[in-house]
């Protein structure tokens, strides 16, 4: 059975343009999970989705935004890229859609905002 | 709102010793808990789950224990080995069960 994928690896930007991140979860799962983890801080939540809809998100501004597809793929998007912004961004992905299940992520984009 | 801390934050063992990592939660009243492994610059791999029903886990020479009442969960690796060298994170659901609350992390690094 195939993991969580991501792509791209890695993704360099500058300051003010904008970044697309992709997620595909594992097979049967219908919830995705965003996390942010820049250098030297913990891991953030940044947005969770479940059957196509955004269910929450964390402490971010609008500027990072996302969406879940019929597939229950997701693309996470951050506008507006701050230097600040430079972090892994992990995708997770769960059976159904409450954290009481198990989290799977995946290996993660590494964004950096030149 | 739930915080979870890590203790210690680095560790440092020859290669054999058996350790113990901690985890602490603000609120007992969790679901579930779950530890991570984190290599340098990659995801996290799933090591275990503790339901709040169950008072520990195991998976080949890991055990996690969990002490709701007193918010508190263990790691145990026993035997330690070179390639057990990574960040070790515990994470709970939030307050309302929602997303994953992580705790900054345990860095090991197992000497041969």
């Known amino acids: 059975e195939a993991g969580v994928t991501q792509s791209p690896t890695h993704l360099i930007k500058t300051r003010g343009q904008q970044a697309t991140l992709r997620c595909s979860p594992i097979?049967?799962?219908?919830?995705v999970y965003w996390y942010q983890q820049a250098l030297g801080l913990g891991l953030q939540f940044l947005l969770w989705?479940?059957?196509?809809?955004?269910?929450n998100r964390g402490n971010f501004p609008p500027r990072f935004s996302g969406r879940q597809f019929p597939n229950y793929s997701s693309e996470l998007n951050v506008n507006a890229l701050e230097l600040e912004d430079s972090a892994l961004y992990l995708c997770?992905?769960?059976?159904?859609?409450?954290?009481?299940?198990?989290?799977?992520f995946g290996p993660g984009t590494r964004l950096t905002v030149l | 709102k739930q915080e979870v801390t890590q203790i210690p934050a680095a560790l440092s063992v020859p290669e054999g010793e058996n350790l113990v990592l901690n985890c602490s939660f603000t609120?007992?009243?969790?679901?579930?808990l779950q530890w991570f492994r984190q290599d340098p610059g990659k995801g996290l791999t799933s090591l275990l789950l503790?339901?709040?029903?169950?008072r520990e886990q195991t998976s080949g020479r890991l055990n996690a224990s969990l002490d709701k009442s007193s918010g508190r969960s263990t790691l145990y690796i026993a035997a330690s080995q070179p390639g057990d060298s990574a960040t070790y994170l515990c994470?709970?659901?939030?307050?309302?069960?929602?997303?994953?609350?992580f705790g900054p992390g345990t860095r090991l690094s197992v000497l041969p």
């Open positions: 997770a992905s769960s059976r159904i859609g409450s954290s009481y299940n198990e989290q799977f």
């Open positions: 097979s049967g799962h219908t919830s």
């Open positions: 989705y479940d059957e196509g809809e955004e269910r």
């Open positions: 609120d007992s009243a969790i679901y579930n």
């Open positions: 503790i339901q709040s029903s169950q």
């Open positions: 994470a709970v659901p939030d307050n309302y069960g929602q997303n994953f609350v």
